[in-house]
């Protein structure tokens, strides 16, 4: 076959969506985002009070889940999984960071971020942004947040988006994953994201 018809074949498999040509893309397991015009980064205070960026943690897969201290149940479990990929991945397991952005700052202090942080990996970063920050922050992400009233001020709950975000090494978004994909799911995207493709 000559370079014309490989390449006459090459585009009408791509187009039936049978083949791919040139550069195969990642088999992820998770849902590829590569591209997307949102979730670009922010500039926010972490639990130690220093502003952070995304590029802090150049050279790093990064991933980003929004939430709150008191949920009960979601958060933790997201967390959780996060650090279990960071045991998967052995000795590229400090090549993942985990970003926790708060959508609950008038309870979540810096004191009970720094808390809660504890109990997933010393090495988690707990992001808060102010009242006024957080629709921006939630808007670049897309993220759906609202808070239910409870039978006291303070018993409020918050309905969140539960899937998070997943950038590689060079700061760009490459993934979203939906909420209890599990630790391997994420750990085994992240060894590719490592290899730079």
Known sequence: MNKRHLLSACFLGAMLGLVGCGQDKPAF????ITG?????????TDQNGEVRTLKDFAGKAVVVFFGFTQCPDV???ALQEMAEAKKLLGADGDKLQS????????????E?????????????????????????????FKIYYKKVEGKTP??????????SF????????????RHASGAAVL???????????
């Not at 997307?36 to 926010?44: H, K, V």
Request: glycine share 6%; proline share 7%.
């Open 29 to 32: 397991k998770g849902v590829d």
């Open 36 to 44: 997307a015009d949102y979730a670009q980064g922010w500039e926010l």
């Open 75 to 77: 958060c933790p479990t």
């Open 99 to 110: 970003v926790f952005i708060t959508l609950d700052p008038e309870r979540d202090t810096p």
């Open 112 to 140: 009970l971020l720094q808390a809660y942080m504890a109990n997933f990996g010393a090495d988690f970063v707990a992001l808060r942004p102010s009242l006024e920050q957080l629709p921006k922050v939630a808007k670049d």
């Open 154 to 163: 303070t018993s409020y709950t918050m309905d969140h988006s539960a899937g």
């Open 166 to 177: 997943t950038f590689d090494p060079k700061g760009r978004v490459r993934l979203y994953n």
């Open 187 to 197: 750990a085994d995207d992240v060894k590719i994201l490592l290899k730079g493709l």
